[in-house]
DNA sequence: TAGATTGTTAATCGATTAACAATC
DNA sequence: TAGATTGTTAATCGATTAACAATC
């Protein structure tokens, strides 16, 4: 019953576990046993076989007739999403956006959690958010080789970013998430992400201003919908 | 030497359109007038081919030989994801997230306003961002009625999220893009889109955890890379 | 001209989806 | 059993990419 050893998730199901992995989330929260792949589909506004198929590259954990345990199934997603394990985070920034994230939903949930936080803000450096002490940038080194970080977050503003990303990979950090406007430079092997509002506004723009004329509207943008770039080789 | 009128732009393509945006922004206002699709290719990390065709479906913009006129090109770029246009953008809670969205480059940009801000918080409600006022969430039918928001922006903790989702399908928005980490229930026709951290970490989370096993890595993740789920149909 | 680079073709690859046999 | 729903197949669709003729 569990799938072939040498089993690769396509890139696309990777994209959505994290989505089916967050409905899941609700539902166990909120009393559900059992949910059927066309339940998820809907609550993923995707296909229903799109939902099975996904489903069926972790392995056979649904049951004929009466659909997919909840719990079992979420605890196999994290599994696969490597959610069992423990991720610490570095973020640069404490701004806004850098407070924001470090109180996000993203460091309570399974896996991740702040390992370091550093700003170059004389009033930041030395306060505390969620028990972690924010120090400065110049102590980058030190601290991430205590405790080196799996992934460094950057909230900077954007004239800072890159010389902020050479600093992350100079540490050895290989997986880079950006939420910074600005276009990065990296070696080709690390994994770079970017999560950019303006970019979401700049796609809506796109279907909104064409949703209206003629007939000539495009497809909808499919669900695992671009914010960004880039990404990094596998090693 | 325009397009056919009916070019029906690829999802995929308008997905990386605001990448190159932002790309051939840099350049222009580092002084660069001319850019190769190989140039361009390298900063987006993606291949050149796949540059000169997602262009390709905007017309002939560049010189055999020579490659593109970067500031015209933007221009074109610009034109097509309605960035010449003037989307009122209303946002819905105003804690570190809101703030950081609404001072955002995404405001700052060609084709975005922020139209209104709301919120519930009494010690909020009155005070003013980059000139707007914000208002309390209970004024947002009549706010709304005065100048109708384009986009609307959830930016409140995740519990508020559905309830604010259906104020603002209520008064007509059918474009959302939701902050909250909630997965949201909304009619077919509208277009949501979600941004995360929590998804972008597991993404990451999945690419470390496969990093190194034997050779069962996936292949890397693509640039337009996934950050949740969803969308609409076009009208 | 010689060198460079586009625009486009066509082959390939990957993702989606309807359909249905398997089976609870 | 009858009804429901999975897991998988296979056809289809869309996206990627190498290659190269066109042409500046």
Redesign the interface.
Not at 43 to 46: D, G, I
Not at 80 to 83: A, Y
Not at 199 to 212: C, G, K, N
């Given at each position: 019953m569990p799938a072939s050893p040498?089993?690769?998730?396509?890139?696309?199901t990777?994209?959505?576990?994290?989505?089916y992995?967050?409905?899941l989330l609700?539902l166990v929260r909120a009393g559900t046993t059992t949910v059927s792949s066309d339940r998820l589909a809907e609550?993923?506004?995707?296909n229903a076989s799109k939902v099975r198929k996904d489903l069926s590259f972790l392995g056979s954990f649904g049951t004929r007739g009466s659909g997919y345990e909840a719990e079992y199934l979420l605890a196999q997603i994290d599994r696969?999403?490597?959610?069992d394990?423990d991720?610490p985070?570095a973020i640069v920034g404490l701004?806004?956006?850098g407070?924001?994230?470090a109180?996000?939903?993203?460091f309570t949930?399974r896996?991740?959690r702040i390992g370091s936080l550093f700003d170059v803000e004389p009033s930041l450096v030395g306060t505390r958010i969620r028990g972690v002490t924010i120090r400065h940038l110049d102590e980058f080194h030190e601290a991430v080789a205590e405790d080196p970080p799996?992934?460094g977050?950057i909230a900077t503003p954007?004239a800072d970013a890159q010389g902020v990303a050479d600093l992350l990979v100079g540490s050895g950090i290989s997986?880079i998430?950006n939420f910074a406007?600005?276009?990065l430079?990296v070696p080709?092997e690390v994994?770079?992400?970017?999560?950019d509002?303006?970019?979401?506004?700049?796609?809506?723009?796109?279907?909104?201003?064409?949703?209206?004329q003629l007939g000539?509207?495009?497809?909808?943008?499919?669900?695992?919908?671009?914010?960004?770039?880039?990404?990094?080789?596998?090693?």
């Open positions: 040498t089993r690769r998730i396509p890139e696309a990777v994209a959505r576990l994290p989505v992995q967050r409905i609700e609550m993923a506004r995707v696969e999403l490597g959610l394990g991720w985070v701004g806004n956006l407070r924001a994230l109180n996000s939903h993203g949930s896996g991740f799996a992934i977050v954007a997986s998430i406007p600005r276009v430079a080709p994994l770079l992400r970017y999560v509002l303006s970019i979401e506004l700049q796609v809506m723009s796109f279907y909104l201003s064409h949703r209206d000539t509207v495009a497809a909808s943008p499919a669900l695992p919908h671009a914010v960004g770039l880039t990404s990094g080789e596998p090693a």
